[in-house]
């Protein structure tokens, strides 16, 4: 009854009350969110650049047509659809830790031949440079999110689980404001610098216990799981229950058996639902086109300054959202998220109507010589509402569903889960990025915005019905809830196997005295 007291106090206790064993956590997260910091320079990238690219007073060496930017603007995510399946096999054979390593160096080479193309005046190699910055989002999703879970402890895991996110947002911003004061191609060498920091780090860091003890160093995890517990922690009960789930994991991994245990099928089915519900509500074309959307919404602005107020939004609130999601629960946070997202992209929709039929009625009365009113005078109102969206997204569904990918897959398929979950999501994300211009032209804003928020509703729905509660539970615990076998479990099946395999064999085999004729 004591242990179930001190279980249940340390669940509903301050994420980071005691700093001194959730330090080196930190750090570790830290380090390993420096790969989603990396990827969200990638994608804020082409809001300043692009404009400057697509420019008809371009008086830079390179110019891009309409197509050109658009294919250009949603390379990563659809390159990023490769890198995730790519990573899995060395975040399996080598380790989350030296993975995250590696991928740095791919994005220096990326961005350090897209600032070159501009010197050469060469519109393949800024393709090239763009694809393997593309290739490694992919590959920093899985293992950045993983690692986090790994070392996190049940207690500070959603708070920590909230850091890629929060480095997403702050890698954009970045991008953001660097690109509104220098020319693009210096914004390239600028922000390549910047995955120095993930390589170096990464290699300080510990590997994660769950990994260590798939790979049998039981000697390494315990030493790792006191690198990150703190040294004079007393970490028996986790590391026994570490290596009795390690233990229990069964060994026949394969990808037709996600499809034959339910188990696996449930919780891959429900972040795959979640990622599509991140990407349906417009975030990315939001990202990936923010100083156009906001000239087009008829914001009275600039639009780089716009971008930039953005860009700081996310960052705060999706930092906000470390401190939320562990004290109000998964759900809670994504619903709330879900029901704001909708309420703002329902105002923006609004306003771009009623915009675009008073500029018409405006028309027609300067024809006749009557005087009416400036709508441009409300031109405040787009940047107030996707200020709200950004807001609502940042604290829900900007945070938590990266979150729940890290935590809700069995370490023995974490990697091939997380594979199948990241391509899903990052396919979702090039959809959206390459019919967003399409759409707005076909449609027009006021439509598609109204379809974001549709869409958003849907999220709510779903999260309502089918997500269950993570908050405070150990990576055991919720493995237990979709299903998965017990270590006795297997145990008790293996031997009724067994035995239905000697019966079998005994029913079929004559007794010995048969042979005799003996009575």
Known sequence: MDDMATVNTKKTMPPFKNWPKVAPQIMCATSASWAMLCAGLVRGWSSSAIPQLTAQSNETQLYLEREEAVWLTSMPPLCAIFGSVLIAFPMEMYGRRLTLATISIPYIVGFYLMGLSYYINSTILLFIGRIATGLMIGASMLPSQIYVSECSSPRVRGALGSFTSTFISIGILIAYIIGAVVEWHIMCFLIGSLPIVLGVTMLLMPETPPWLFSRNHETQAKDALHRLRGKYTNIEVEFQRIKTNANSQLTNSSYAKILTSGYLMKPLLITMALMFFQQSCGITAILFYSASVFQDAGSSLDRFLSSIIIGVVQVVFTGLSVLLVDRFGRRVLLMLSGVLMAVSFGGLS?????????????????????????????????????????????????????????????????????????????????????????????????????????????????????????????????????GQPTANEITSSADKLAGSEVDSHNAHSPEPNCKTGAI
Request: aromatic share 16%; charged share 15%; hydrophobic share 50%.
């Open 350 to 482: 609004a306003f771009i109507y009623v915009k675009n039929a008073w500029e018409e009625l405006s028309a027609i009365d300067k024809s006749t010589g009557a005087e009416s009113f400036d709508i441009s005078t409300l031109g405040w109102i787009p940047l107030l509402s996707l200020i709200a969206f950004m807001i609502s997204y940042s604290i829900g569904f900007g945070a938590v569903p990266p979150l729940i990918m890290g935590e809700v897959f069995p370490l023995e398929y974490r990697h091939r889960l997380g594979t199948i979950s990241s391509a899903f999501s990052l396919a979702c994300t090039f959809i959206v990025v390459q019919t967003f211009p399409e759409m707005s032209a076909a449609l027009g804003l006021s439509c598609v915005y109204g379809i974001y928020a549709a869409w958003c509703i849907v999220a709510v729905l779903f999260v309502a019905f089918f997500l269950p509660e993570t908050k405070g539970k150990t990576l055991e615990e919720i493995s237990k809830i979709f």
